[in-house]
């Protein structure tokens, strides 16, 4: 049975391989991204999930999911997977499809003007949350 993609879900495989670089339909679920996450316990979908939803065609899921942001980019599931897949990249486009759509994970000005924290920090965390 052949999958058949929607026009929308079609441009979107392909910005996210284009973005990243990556082949996800490589992926066959072995679980070695996930094993060394170090971010996977704070994961709503552990990395080699976000491969298989992507692999059904589950976009808006995946770019609805947390686990886009809370990935650390450490690089750990590109070592470990034995087809050299690298999830962080696959991640890093998603959340530059997100941006791009202007859905940014938080609004700048409300946090900023809580006082909370080091303009330092703000920077940073701006630099990856926001376009």
């Known amino acids: ?64 999911s947390k686990a886009i942001w809370v990935c650390v980019a450490c690089f750990e599931c590109g070592t470990r997977c034995p087809h050299e897949i690298d999830i962080a990249k696959i991640n890093e486009a998603l959340r530059q499809i997100k941006i791009r759509k202007n859905m940014d994970l938080y609004n700048i000005w409300e946090v900023a003007s809580t006082g909370e924290f080091p303009t330092v920090a703000l920077v940073a965390s701006f630099r990856k949350f926001t376009a």
């Open 1 to 64: 049975m052949e999958l058949v993609l929607s026009k929308h879900k079609e441009d979107l495989r392909e910005k996210i391989m284009y973005i990243s670089g990556e082949d996800f339909y490589r992926c066959y679920q072995c679980g070695e991204c996930s094993a060394g996450c170090p971010a996977a316990d704070k994961m709503d979908i552990l990395p080699n999930q976000i491969n298989a939803y992507l692999q059904a065609g589950e976009f808006e899921k995946v770019l609805e």
